[in-house]
């Protein structure tokens, strides 16, 4: 059943929307009729907290990448026709997005994000007042904001001031700058659901609409489908075609430099290359995870170079 992903600033209130929801969906179900399809649902919030992961592994790219490996697996695993899953993590980045759009889809289930809307300075705030009343409680002066703010309660559970709950400042400030904001034209932030933080709370109806209303079908295209494995070679070829775009985009640095627009022989969608130059090993490990993505996902050989670049250019937009 559905995948709801929450994104947005560290300390922006997403695990108190991403509670809001599954207090809503849990009220829906206890009220659906027995034995319908509603009826049997079920909700997880998959977080920090759920995981046991510790806020200081985003000090370190290879800690982070591994947290980021366990949040996945956990909420791939969840998947199913009964279960609605929260992904209540950061998922600032748009790759991440992407790799648990393309998992719901392989399970023929609807997906959305929600994207928490707070300024950054009210985060740094927030952050730093954890412990006690969160800032949409008393201890929070609305006066600073300009405008009243909705009495939440507790900011996503946060423990004691400077304890795990609170993010380093350093690692508040990276997190914060390398956010990647969710775009609802992009079809893997589809649909998308903006929270502005003095709302009391999100349009939870039309969430629950979105993903569990009637007539709600999900089609598997040609990227997602599980098909036998109908061309012998889809493997070499998958392996081939990622290398050969791989080898041209370095290629490409090394006489050109980075950034820019590089076309693809044979597709007709070109690359769009970040302007900071990508070192091999962030080239290959684009390629290992769209492997891993597509390796039991048959396409036609002459899909492999359009949906590679499509992925690729997801990842570094």
Same mark, same amino acid.
């Given at each position: ?63 982070? !990448?591994?947290? $980021? ?6 909420? *791939?695993?969840? =998947?199913?026709?009964?279960? %609605? @899953? ?7 980045? !748009?790759?991440? $997005? ?6 719901? *889809?392989?399970? =023929?289930?609807?997906?959305? %994000? @929600? ?203």
């Amino acid at each position: 059943m559905p995948l709801i992903i929450i994104s947005g600033y560290p300390c922006s209130g997403k695990t108190t929307r991403a509670n809001q929801i599954a207090a809503y969906f849990n009220e829906r179900i206890a009220a659906a009729a027995p034995g319908s399809r509603e009826s049997r649902l079920r909700v997880h919030i998959v977080n920090t907290e759920s995981l046991s992961l510790s806020r200081i592994v985003y000090r370190d790219a290879r800690a982070e !990448k591994e947290a $980021r490996a366990t949040e996945y697996s956990t909420i *791939k695993r969840l =998947l199913s026709k009964d279960d %609605v @899953v929260i992904a209540d993590g950061l998922n600032y980045i !748009k790759g991440m $997005r992407y790799q648990l759009f393309c998992e719901a *889809k392989a399970v =023929l289930t609807p997906s959305c %994000v @929600v994207h928490v809307a707070a300024p950054a300075d009210s985060c740094r705030l927030w952050n730093s007042a954890r412990g006690g009343e969160t800032p949409f409680g008393h201890a929070f002066d609305a006066a600073d904001e300009g405008a009243a703010t909705p009495q939440l309660g507790k900011l996503e559970d946060a423990p004691a001031q400077g304890g795990a709950g609170q993010y380093p400042e350093d690692i508040l400030k990276n997190l914060i700058f390398r956010y990647e904001e969710p775009n609802g034209m992009a079809r893997w932030d589809s649909p998308l659901f903006t929270v502005p933080y003095i709302d009391e709370k999100p349009d939870l109806e039309g969430i629950w609409n979105a993903m569990a209303g009637k007539g709600i079908m999900v089609k598997a295209n040609q990227a997602t489908v599980l098909k036998p494995a109908a061309e012998g070679d889809y493997l070499h070829e998958l392996g081939k075609t990622t290398q050969e775009i791989v080898s041209l985009v370095q290629e490409h640095q090394r006489n050109s430099g980075g950034g820019g627009t590089l076309p693809v022989p044979g597709c007709n969608i070109p690359l769009q290359l970040p302007a900071n130059h990508l070192t091999p090993s962030q080239l290959q490990g684009v390629r290992r995870d769209y492997m891993k993505l597509n390796r039991s996902h048959v396409v036609g050989k002459d899909r492999v170079r359009e949906l590679f670049v499509e992925y690729f250019n997801s990842r570094f937009e």
